[in-house]
């Protein structure tokens, strides 16, 4: 698999943008984990990777959708990014996620991005504002990745994603992209309505043929205003997720990418770990993209490493959904994230001021801990990259106290 990718990359992507990669990513973001474990040995939490959403707006009306896209629109302007860029640079952080509403609508999205040319930018978009031009732009700069996502055919698109014609106005942004010669990958959160199809090997075939470097799998999460919970993955299903991507990992060649397990198949979560945490479009630090509450903002005189390295509300978060699960606590607790927001008094940070009643709305379901049915990985890269700079940094101690009913609970569901 690997002398496939290495050379399909080498032959497809642009120079520079390999280079910008391999260092400001690759070595950069290892040194950057490095530090942060060190951190950690003093008890102070500033996450390598912050995934910042600098707008709300989109022209999309997705399902499972969080984010109030159709609010006034706010965004994180050039010289606020300027400013959390700079503060976590200082603190040795290089790649950041960048994500909305749509990033693309963002009037100074370039901007930000080459104000840092030492810093690795991930895009999470739908792909519709990836012109030729804009394209051409990206490839100068070298230091980002588009990261597209395709929510299934061209009929599942319009209806997941609430517009008509959405696959092949992304498929054009995703192709402009790769003839840019960008470093560019596809992104699906799988539901009831894409598993068939996305999570396929002919699937991952057809973004080889179309010369896409890598992919993510994400699993849906129904939550935000209009959740759909109908969609969500069943626990067999999630194994089924699992054991997919181990197994093409170790055979195709394309990056396969995931969040939230470690080199021994170990569940966890990005934000109990403290690996990342969320900036949302009005500056509120929070936990993840996810959990819409927050007591602390960008905007705070002390930056934003004093600012996080600080807050209670952070650490307790952290804490408690790791004595609580290994898995997603939204999913898993929501009264527990419910309890936390009630007890440091946070507020709420979506425009529609829904967020506790939507919570309250939630069913406790399966997320990605799946005790008893961990699937290690199968290809000795990620099983060295995870061993040393993608794990759960001793977040959980001891296993959960859920964990033997956990795999009852799971045992009589598969
Ligand atoms: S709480 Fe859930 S959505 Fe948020 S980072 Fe953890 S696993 Fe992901």
């Not at 799988?190 to 699937?203: A, F, K, R, Y």
């Not at 978060?317 to 004595?323: D, G, N, P, T, Y």
């Not at 007890?343 to 001021?353: E, F, P, S």
């Not at 859920?402 to 609970?409: G, L």
Request: hydrophobic share 40%; with cysteine.
């Amino acid at each position: 698999m690997l002398p496939e990718l290495v050379y399909r990359t080498v032959r497809s992507a642009d120079p520079k943008c390999i280079g910008k990669f391999l260092w400001n990513f690759a070595f950069k973001g290892m040194v950057s984990v490095e530090r942060f474990k060190r951190r950690l040995t003093r008890g102070d939490y500033f996450p390598p990777f912050l995934y910042v959403s600098i707008i709300n707006s989109c022209n999309l009306r997705c399902q499972g959708c969080w984010v109030d896209v159709e609010a006034e629109r706010s965004t994180i302007d050039l010289a606020a990014m300027n400013r959390l860029i700079t503060d976590a640079k200082a603190h040795g952080n290089t790649f950041f996620g960048i994500l909305g509403g749509e990033p693309f609508m963002h009037p100074e999205l370039l901007d930000i991005l080459a104000a840092h040319p030492d810093c690795y930018f991930q895009v999470f978009t739908n792909g519709q504002f990836i012109t030729e031009k804009i394209a051409g732009k990206l490839r100068q700069l070298g230091n980002v990745t588009p990261l597209v996502s395709v929510e299934g055919n061209e009929i599942v698109s319009d209806q997941r994603r609430g517009k008509i014609d959405v696959y092949d106005r992304t498929m054009r942004g995703l192709q402009n992209a790769l003839d840019a010669g960008l470093l560019t990958g596809v992104a699906t959160s799988v539901c009831q309505s894409n598993i068939d199809d996305l999570l396929s090997q002919s699937w991952l075939q057809k973004l080889i043929d179309r010369g896409v470097h890598y992919c993510w799998y994400h699993t849906y999460r129904p939550v935000g205003a209009k959740m759909n919970q109908q969609l969500a993955l069943r626990p067999d299903q999630l194994v089924r997720v699992r054991e997919f991507v181990t197994t093409m990992r170790a055979r195709m060649p394309i990056a396969i990418i995931d969040a939230y397990y470690d080199h021994d198949g170990q569940a966890l979560c990005p934000m109990s770990t403290g690996i990342s945490h969320h900036v949302s479009p009005y500056g509120d630090i929070e936990p993840c993209p996810i959990i819409q509450f927050a007591n602390d903002t960008i905007s705070d005189k002390r930056g934003i490493y004093e600012t996080m390295t600080n807050s209670g509300f952070l650490k307790d978060f952290r804490e408690l959904s790791a004595q609580a699960t290994r898995g997603c606590v939204v999913l898993e607790r929501p009264d527990l994230v419910k309890d936390l927001v009630v007890k440091h008094g946070a507020r709420d940070t979506t425009v529609r001021g829904t967020a506790m009643k939507e919570l309250e709305e939630m069913t406790p379901r399966f997320s990605q801990w799946l005790p008893g049915r961990e699937v290690p990985e199968k290809h000795w890269m990620y099983r060295l990259a995870k061993r040393h700079w993608f794990h759960d940094f001793n977040a959980y101690g001891n296993t959960p106290a859920a964990a033997a009913q956990k795999a009852t609970d799971l045992q009589s569901q598969l």
